[in-house]
């Protein structure tokens, strides 16, 4: 094995995907989540151990606790030391090499499954930056837009880890909420400290998350693209390309899509009116809102209501 990843090491610059090379396992959630179903685990590695190129069914925060390594993608290798912290998506491969007494914990979560919502979160351009943003560039900026906690940022977030691994270990009547409330503790820790962040990368993806949370924020009000381009304080062109490159569409899509997901939950509580609810969420017209909605849900806001509002 040790052999095979040196010749991998020594032929890394014509190497495009390990899969030419290994087989790579999809971890799955019944695997790996509590048989009662819970979308949360803590996994200490210490240290970490040889493991294989593989993906997941869920997401997971790595934090570097000690020791140092190489983090793979699939493309590419970044090295990793104590404090670097990321976020992996399901679909995305990866695992370590030439590793020197490397520690680390993965918190292992389903977000579609947490059985609470993730409150005020989504407003914190950390947030963003850090679950979404730095992921998607994580090739084009060589992992230098990574979060590196400092010393007693780490001490704080270990901290954070072990009130939600307690939770999950004694399992005790409200654990869930007690360990969702403790993830989103830590999420919002970890996207505090990157919105704090000093390199020139991370810097970047914190303007683009600035426009993002004010999106979020203020989906309610009239928010146009020249005000988004301000606040990140790009260029037109780099703002409109970086920003759809990450989120999968132009700014003024992902606020209407927001606004549409906004208004199917006031739709599912069935108290106010069509009108009401499109002027509540952002448009001025109703027509208008009844068209995007049907372009994004399949169905009028009405035949929604009528399939999702609660019996009486």
């Given amino acids: 094995m040790a052999v095979a990843f040196r010749l991998l090491e020594l032929y890394w610059p014509v190497r495009r995907h390990w899969s030419v090379f290994w087989p790579m396992q999809v971890l799955k959630k019944e695997d790996?989540?509590?048989?009662?179903?819970?979308?949360?685990?803590?996994?200490?590695?210490?240290?970490?151990?040889?493991?294989?190129?593989?993906?997941?069914?869920?997401?997971?925060?790595?934090?570097?606790?000690?020791g140092h390594g190489v983090h793979i993608t699939g493309e590419d290798s970044y090295e990793v030391t104590t404090g670097d912290t990321f976020v992996i998506g399901g679909a995305r491969p990866h695992d370590y090499l030439n590793m020197d007494q490397l520690r680390l914990i993965n918190i292992l979560f389903d977000a579609d499954d947490?059985?609470?919502?993730?409150?005020?979160?989504?407003?914190?351009?950390?947030?963003?930056?850090?679950?979404?943003?730095?992921?998607?560039?994580?090739?084009?900026?060589?992992?230098?837009?990574?979060?590196?906690?400092?010393?007693?940022?780490l001490v704080a977030a270990m901290r954070l880890v072990d009130q939600l691994d307690a939770e999950l270990t004694e399992r005790d009547p409200g654990f869930g909420v007690m360990a969702t409330t403790a993830l989103l503790q830590l999420a919002t820790f970890l996207s505090r400290c990157y919105s704090k962040s000093r390199s020139p990368q991370s810097k970047s993806l914190l303007r683009v998350a600035d426009a993002i949370s004010h999106i979020e924020r203020h989906y309610a009000d009239p928010?146009?693209?020249?005000?988004?381009?301000?606040?990140?304080?790009?260029?037109?062109?780099?703002?409109?390309?970086?920003?759809?490159?990450?989120?999968?569409?132009?700014?003024?899509?992902?606020?209407?899509?927001?606004?549409?997901?906004?208004?199917?939950?006031?739709?599912?509580?069935?108290?106010?009116?069509?009108?009401?609810?499109?002027?509540?969420?952002?448009f001025s017209d109703s027509n208008y809102f009844s068209r995007q909605f049907r372009v994004f849900m399949g169905v009028s806001p009405r035949e929604y209501r009528n399939r999702n509002a609660p019996a009486s």
């Fill in 223 to 282: 928010i146009t693209l020249d005000e988004l381009i301000d606040i990140s304080g790009m260029s037109r062109r780099n703002f409109l390309r970086t920003f759809e490159s990450t989120m999968g569409c132009p700014p003024i899509k992902y606020l209407i899509q927001l606004r549409v997901r906004q208004a199917c939950l006031m739709l599912q509580r069935g108290e106010r009116s069509v009108t009401d609810i499109a002027l509540a969420v952002g």
């Fill in 114 to 153: 947490l059985p609470m919502g993730m409150g005020d979160l989504q407003s914190l351009p950390g947030y963003h930056a850090l679950f979404t943003l730095e992921p998607a560039w994580r090739k084009r900026h060589m992992f230098s837009s990574r979060l590196q906690l400092s010393p007693l940022d």
């Fill in 32 to 66: 790996w989540f509590h048989k009662d179903g819970f979308p949360i685990v803590v996994e200490r590695r210490d240290p970490q151990e040889p493991f294989g190129l593989h993906s997941h069914e869920f997401s997971e925060i790595v934090i570097i606790t000690g």
